[in-house]
């Protein structure tokens, strides 16, 4: 009788978090999907399971460098993020003064607000006042000031790096935090059997860590996935479209082009395509997943 008590209280205390799933993420993405079988013809809903969004969507010439430049945000800062993120998490996890005030401090990018960073670095990175590009010319390394987000095969890769020092401070602290956990005795005898510091890591730290290795791959994935205010405050999506993303470019034709049905369209194949390569990524790695889990 108590344990069925017990049970039910359980019940009635995650339903709060059940109906808010219901109310915020499931039932938006059911009319996300059914807006995208749906012809739209000036704001008015006609014509549903048709897929004339998803032919326009296909026919739209920019779609193919939404797709590349998705790829490069995604795939390329996920990756990157990473393995900053590890790289950072392995030296805090060193015991010194030096590191426990930058383990208190490394934060710092995460907690400001995402426009605030946004503006900063816009400005930081300006191509005729900004302070970056003027300690690059000053330096001599190049003749005239570059201009990061206004030349068309910068701009992407500008936009990732300030994504991973936004993002990357959150991983640091995970994987500092996993890497502490290593038993010292596994990497005690790693070392009395003549292994190096990069042995150490690689066949020691590295299996021991690759639960929250994967999980923090796939938290970072879906944070950049969903990450919007960055891309659009520095560049809205420009020049020439060079930085257009799907999450800007879903705004985009939602709420300037008001074409609602392609934009549903969009954010299904984004949807679709976030799934995949999660999916992807933990059946490569379902081994070390399960080894984390056992644990």
Known sequence: MNNRSDRWLAYFMILPVVAAVLAFVIGPTWDVGKLSLTQVVMGMERGFGTLDNFRALAADPLFALV??????????????CVLVGLAVGAYLAIDSWQTTILRALI?????????VTAMAWKWMLHG?????????QAAGLTDEQVSFLGDPSLVMWTLVVVLIWRKMPLVALILCAAIRSVPSEQIE???????????????VVIPNIAFSLTAVTVISMIWITAEFALPWIMTGGGPANASQIMSTYIYQQSFEFFNWGVASAMSVVNLVMLMLIIALYLYVNRRSWASGADK
Request: glycine share 10%; no cysteine.
């Open 67 to 80: 797709v590349k430049n998705t790829a490069i945000w995604i795939i390329g800062g996920t990756i990157l």
């Open 107 to 115: 934060l710092l990018p995460w907690v400001i607000p995402d426009v």
């Open 128 to 136: 005729q006042v900004g302070i970056i590009g003027s300690t690059i």
């Open 189 to 203: 005898a790693a070392r009395m059997d003549g292994a190096n510091a990069f042995e150490r890591f690689r066949f």
